[in-house]
Antibody, heavy 121, light 107 residues
Framework: EVQLVDSGGGLVQPGGSLRLSCAASGFTFSTHAMSWVRQVPGKGLEWVSGLTGSGDATYYADSVRGRFTISRDNSRNTLFLQMNSLRVEDTAVYYC??????????????WGQGTLVTVSS | DIQMTQSPSSLSASVGDRVTITCRASQSINNHLNWYQQKPGKAPKLLIHAVSSLQSGVPSTFSGSGSGTDFTLTISSLQPEDFATYYCQQSYNTPPTFGQGTKLEIK
């Protein structure tokens, strides 16, 4: 059974940092691209960042480029999102999502349960 | 970035009704169109990928169609568990983008 477990969210002040994690199981992690998608409570879905199965290629939304870093540890089946210089507008539930194939552009067939990031003073 | 526009933004319907949700892309995305269902407090769930391929376990009351820039999600006979918010998503290129969502409510 495929499982994605998101963790690492919390309350942080503007300008602060957080590191999100997504622990994956039930599939061959290294052969699937992964992404982070966020959702402001009560609003729609926004793709944040993604990377290929090998981790060689990474992609970012303009709104987070230069502040967030996506990475993965295929030996530990874990996806990460390092978030620096956080802004109030980064407040959202962050979901990790499994891509259907090894490359970036695909549909997301499994999602984590989400972890809430609140940026506030 | 490719803009995805859904209509309507909200919809009231009754159990047993047939409903259709439309998604329009700002440029041709061929068949790279996917649909998700999200219930309050839960993660999105993939319903349909590549326009019309039903994800395993999804009831056959759901169907998708379209090509190029215009796509539809149809629920042939609404069940109580279908009341949720639906999103389309293009996977034609990066960044993948989502529609703003269609909230399906009980009439």
């Amino acid at each position: 059974e495929v499982q994605l477990v998101d963790s690492g969210g919390g309350l942080v002040q503007p300008g602060g940092s957080l590191r999100l994690s997504c622990a994956a199981s039930g599939f061959t992690f290294s052969t699937h691209a992964m992404s982070w998608v966020r959702q402001v409570p009560g609003k729609g879905l926004e793709w944040v960042s993604g990377l290929t199965g090998s981790g060689d290629a990474t992609y970012y939304a303009d709104s987070v480029r230069g502040r967030f870093t996506i990475s993965r540890d295929n030996s530990r089946n874990t996806l990460f999102l390092q978030m620096n210089s956080l802004r109030v507008e980064d407040t959202a539930v962050y979901y990790c999502a499994k891509g259907e194939n090894e490359y970036s552009a695909s549909w997301y067939d499994y999602w984590g349960q989400g972890t809430l990031v609140t940026v506030s003073s | 970035d490719i803009q995805m526009t859904q209509s309507p933004s909200s919809l009231s319907a009754s159990v047993g009704d047939r409903v259709t949700i439309t998604c329009r892309a700002s440029q041709s995305i061929n068949n790279h169109l996917n649909w998700y269902q999200q219930k309050p407090g839960k993660a999105p769930k993939l319903l349909i990928h590549a326009v019309s391929s039903l994800q395993s376990g999804v009831p056959s009351t759901f169907s998708g169609s379209g090509s190029g820039t215009d796509f539809t999600l149809t629920i042939s006979s609404l069940q109580p568990e279908d009341f949720a918010t639906y999103y389309c998503q293009q996977s034609y290129n990066t960044p993948p983008t989502f529609g703003q969502g269609t909230k399906l409510e009980i009439k």
